[in-house]
Nanobody
Framework: HLQLVESGGGLVQPGGSLRLSCAAS??????????IHWFRQAPGKEREGLSC????????RYADSVKGRFTVSRDFAKATVHLQMSSLKPEDTAVYLC???????????????WGQGTQVTVSS
């Protein structure tokens, strides 16, 4: 299984930006070739899928709630996937997690490897 570690969370004012990172380690044949999914979970709410970038980085997907505000990208040299978040709103406050299914396509959604999560708080 891949090991995933998120970073970059914090406190930001409404309208601000943050960049989250999901660093992957593990078997080299997997690290840069699997789809990475981003989720968030707010207190009292179900986990929400936000975005996915496939193993080739040719296909990306976004939930309607973040489309146009969030951008996912992959740094192959650092085996890291970034989630650039802008125009943040208080309702974006949540723990953000990245996950991998082990498959290169975003069509697979059964996550088998999870990061520990990073807290994002949007507040004035």
């Amino acid at each position: 299984h891949l090991q995933l570690v998120e970073s970059g969370g914090g406190l930001v004012q409404p309208g601000g930006s943050l960049r989250l990172s999901c660093a992957a380690s593990g078997h080299l044949s997997e690290v840069n070739h699997v789809a990475i999914h981003w989720f968030r979970q707010a207190p009292g709410k179900e986990r929400e899928g936000l975005s996915c970038i496939d193993g080739s980085s040719e296909s990306v997907r976004y939930a309607d709630s973040v489309k146009g505000r969030f951008t996912v990208s992959r740094d192959f040299a650092k085996a890291t996937v970034h989630l650039q978040m802008s125009s943040l709103k208080p309702e974006d406050t949540a723990v953000y997690l990245c996950g991998a299914t082990g498959a290169p396509s975003c069509s697979h959604t059964a996550v088998t490897s999870w990061g520990q999560g990073t807290q994002v708080t949007v507040s004035s």
